[in-house]
């Protein structure tokens, strides 16, 4: 039984900063890849951030330079952190994690429950 918990949403001023934590809890695996997506009301679920275990980190064009992603194997977990917050950054904010079971030898894809971060002066 694997969870992905997140934490860290809540509400900030424009210009404002915000750090997302999700954690993967269970055992037997490593994290190969940790996305981060967004749904704002009314608009489509987009990916913010994917980083890969290689440290390798793609951005989209809309947080670059802004936004960071990390993951910390040892602890199981990933971090997005938000810096130059804007309204338009508004959403709700949900973690997705690629794990590699070493036994089974297999991936599998887990999703967080969501955190919402709200932007307003």
């Known amino acids: 039984q694997v969870d992905l918990v997140e934490t860290g949403g809540g509400l900030v001023q424009p210009g404002g900063s915000l750090r997302l934590s999700c954690v993967a809890s269970?055992?037997?695996?490593?994290?190969?890849?940790m996305g981060w997506y967004r749904q704002a009301p009314g608009k489509e679920r987009e990916l913010v951030a994917l980083?890969?275990?290689?440290?390798?980190?793609n951005y989209a064009d809309s947080v670059k330079g802004r936004f960071t992603a990390s993951i910390d194997k040892a602890q199981n977990s990933g971090y997005l952190e938000m810096n130059s917050l804007k309204s338009e950054d508004t959403a709700v904010y949900y973690c997705?994690?690629?794990?590699?079971?070493?036994?089974?030898?297999?991936?599998?894809?887990?999703w967080g429950q969501g955190t919402t971060v709200t932007v307003s002066s």
């Open positions: 997705n994690a690629e794990l590699y079971f070493i036994d089974e030898r297999a991936y599998f894809q887990y």
């Open positions: 269970g055992r037997g695996f490593v994290i190969n890849t």
């Open positions: 980083s890969r275990s290689s440290s390798s980190t």
